[in-house]
C-alpha cells in the first residue's frame, strides 16, 4: 500500500471534508430540541438552494418543498411514487441502468408498470417514451444520471412528454443533484429526490427531496408507506422536525456539507464536476481504453461518473487482479453492477475531489492497467487530463 491518504473514487460513498466529519462528532442532543431545530433549518434551507439554483448564472428554477428523509436514496424514490400514484395507479418507468430498474421495481409493488426498456447504457428513444405515456399515466420516472452506466438521461424531453399528459414526472437525480445542471420548472419535474452521500458530499444515510407545489396538491400520505408519508413528513418538516428519531449526527453532517456548496456556489460547482469529468473521459479514451456507454440524440455522458468497458484481459473472473491493482495504491472505483460485475470498472468525480485527485486517479487505473498485462498509454492519458484540467 501507499502512504498516500485513501482516495475513494466511489459513485458513493464520496470524500468528505474534515468539517462535515467533524459536525457528525459533536455531543449529542435530543431531536426533539431545539437545537436540532436549528440544524434540520439549516440542512434544509441549503437543500433548498441546491434544488432550486442549480444552473450556470444560479437563476431560481421553481418553487417548492423539500424534504429530509432518514433513510438512503431508495426510500426517497419509494415515498415519491406511492404518495402520488394511490391505489392502483399507472406508471411509466424508463430503464436503461440499475436505477431505472429500481424505479420500476418500487413502482411495481404500488402501481401498475409500464416500462421503456432498453439495454443498459444505451440511450432511451424519447419516441418510445411518447408512445408509452397517455392520459391513464399518473407518474413517469426517470433517472437523470444513471451511476451504473454514466449517462446523462434526456430529463427535459421526457419531462415534456409527461407534461402534455399531465403526469406526474419523478426524476431521480442523486448522482446530479449537488453536481450538475438540474432545472425543475424547464424540465416539467414535479419531484426530484437525491442523497447525502453523493454530490452533496456528506455521510451516507438520509435522503431528500424536493415537491414542487404541483407535486404536493398531489401527495397522498395514506398512500404510502407509514415511514414514507410524505403528508406528515410536511407537517413535521413546517416545524423543524422529522416525524420519527432523526439521526442527529447525520443531519449535523448534511448541514455544514450544504453550506459547502452554497459556500461554493452552483454555478462554480457545475463547472468543477464537468471538467473533472471530462478529464476523466478523455484520459481513459488517450489511455486506450474504451468508455462502455455510447450516448444518442439528447442523451450526454454523466458529468459525475464515468463507466469504462474492461478490456478482455482484466475481465469478468479476471477483473480482480485490476480492482487489487487500483486498491495498493489506496484509490478506490467502482466496478460494474448485476449483469456489468466484471465488464465495467467506474470513477466519481463527486465529493471533496479537486484536479489533484483525478491525476492520482489517472495514475493509479493506468498503472494497475499495466501491471495487470493490459497495453496502456499512461503518458498519454496524463497529458490529456491536463489538458483539460488547466
Known sequence: ??????????????????????????????HRSAEFEAVYERARDGLEYVFTRSTLDEAPTGDGTALLLGGTATMAMEAAVSNLVGDGGEVVALVNGKYGRRFARI??????????????????????????VTDDTDVVTTVHSESSTGLLNPVSEVGAVARDHDAAFVVDGVTSVGGDAF????????????????ALAAPPGISALFATERAVER??????????????????????????????????????????????????????????????????????????????????????????????AVSGDDAEAFFEGVAARDVRVAGGQAHLDGRVFRVSNMGDVDGDDVRRGVEAVGEAMADAGVDVDLEAALVAAEERLD
Open 1 to 30: 500500500m501507499s502512504d498516500e491518504v485513501p482516495l475513494l473514487l466511489t459513485p458513493g460513498p464520496v470524500p468528505v471534508a474534515d468539517e462535515v466529519l467533524a459536525a457528525a462528532s459533536e455531543p449529542m442532543v435530543s
Open 183 to 198: 432545472k425543475l420548472d424547464e424540465w416539467n419535474v414535479d419531484v426530484a429526490l437525491t442523497a447525502a452521500h453523493t
Open 107 to 132: 413502482a411495481d409493488r404500488h402501481a401498475s408498470v409500464t416500462r421503456v426498456d432498453v439495454e443498459w447504457g444505451e440511450s432511451l428513444p424519447v419516441a418510445d417514451v411518447a408512445a408509452a
Open 219 to 312: 401527495l397522498d400520505g395514506d398512500a404510502g408507506p407509514f415511514y414514507e408519508d410524505l403528508d406528515w413528513h410536511r407537517r413535521r418538516a413546517a416545524r423543524s422536525q422529522t416525524p420519527f428519531t432523526g439521526s442527529v449526527p447525520l443531519f449535523r453532517a448534511l448541514a455544514v456539507a450544504v453550506e459547502a456548496v452554497e459556500a461554493e456556489g452552483m454555478p462554480e460547482r457545475i463547472r468543477r464536476h464537468r471538467t473533472h469529468a471530462s478529464a476523466f473521459r478523455e484520459a481513459f479514451r488517450s489511455m486506450g481504453l474504451d468508455l462502455f456507454a455510447d450516448p444518442d440524440g439528447p442523451t450526454r455522458f454523466s458529468n459525475t461518473v464515468t463507466a469504462v468497458s474492461l478490456p478482455e
